[in-house]
């Protein structure tokens, strides 16, 4: 079986934060609030939550892969490359950060194709957490 590519571990951990937000708001916003006058930091948490999900939404949103020529063959390329890194990193154990580096822009690279399938499943999770998280807020 394939491993799953960047977007679509994106989809399901979004999916799995909305369901439970989905089934959990309701207890999660008292608790939140009542949280919130003790430690008021939190309304900032749930503001950087926000924020991230937003970032997260633009970049998806600018995201037009289908018309790069040759991308399914780039990204086959980049698909080669982990067991290459897996291998590079038993010789060359010092250069695990660069290797990590180059493995996570590869991730990227390998699942574009697929993205244009994924986007709107994607958008519509981002704002429906969105919403939700702003409801949480005191």
């Known amino acids: 079986m394939a491993e799953p590519n960047l977007f679509e571990e994106l989809k ?4 799995d934060f909305k369901t439970f937000l989905d089934d959990n708001v309701a207890t999660i916003k008292p608790a939140i ?7 008021p930091q939190v309304t900032e948490l749930i503001d950087l939550l926000v924020e991230l999900m937003n970032k997260l939404k633009t970049e998806i949103q600018n995201l037009d892969v289908g018309a790069i020529p ?4 780039v990204a086959e390329f980049t698909g080669k490359i982990p067991a290459f890194l897996d291998a590079a990193k038993k010789i060359l154990p010092g250069e695990t950060g660069a290797i ?3 493995a996570d822009v590869a991730s990227v690279v390998t699942g574009l194709p697929s993205v244009d399938q994924v986007k ?11 919403t939700h998280l702003n409801s949480l807020k005191p």
């Open 12 to 15: 399901a951990v979004l999916a």
């Open 33 to 39: 609030q009542a949280i919130a006058s003790l430690v």
């Open 70 to 73: 040759g991308l399914g063959e």
């Open 100 to 102: 990590e580096s180059i």
């Open 120 to 130: 709107t499943e994607l958008l519509d999770l981002i704002t429906a957490i969105t």
